[in-house]
Nanobody
Framework: QVRLVETGGGSVQAGDSLRLSCTVSDSYSNTYCMGWFRQAPGKEREGVAVITGRDVTAYVDSVKGRFTISRDKSKNIAYLQMNSLKPEDSAIYYC??????????????????WGQGTQVTVSS
């Protein structure tokens, strides 16, 4: 069974940057959709950024221009570079694998595997 492990979270000040990493146990994941989601206390899990097997990316409006999703297929790692962080970005961030090659989905219920999450806290 595929395993996903997120790293890179932490506590930062508003305006700072963080880079999250998601290491996947199997190389076949490189052909599938990877997504970064986040969940704040009392809120539903929301999609932040996704990248297809062909490296087409998409972002939720609230992070456009500040976050960048990418992947290093030689290392089976997906990244989320987060710049100009705001307090409202504070949440547990999860990476997910969706076994579709040509497209992604924003619906978390469709994802086939998840990591354990990494906490991001942004203070003002």
């Amino acid at each position: 069974q595929v395993r996903l492990v997120e790293t890179g979270g932490g506590s930062v000040q508003a305006g700072d940057s963080l880079r999250l990493s998601c290491t996947v146990s199997d190389s076949y994941s490189n052909t599938y959709c990877m997504g970064w989601f986040r969940q704040a206390p009392g809120k539903e899990r929301e999609g932040v950024a996704v990248i297809t097997g062909r490296d087409v990316t998409a972002y939720v409006d609230s992070v456009k221009g500040r976050f960048t999703i990418s992947r290093d297929k030689s290392k089976n790692i997906a990244y989320l570079q987060m710049n100009s962080l705001k307090p409202e970005d504070s949440a547990i961030y999860y990476c997910g694998l969706y076994k579709a090659k040509e497209y992604c989905t924003w619906y978390s219920g469709n994802y086939d595997a998840w990591g354990q999450g990494t906490q991001v806290t942004v203070s003002s």
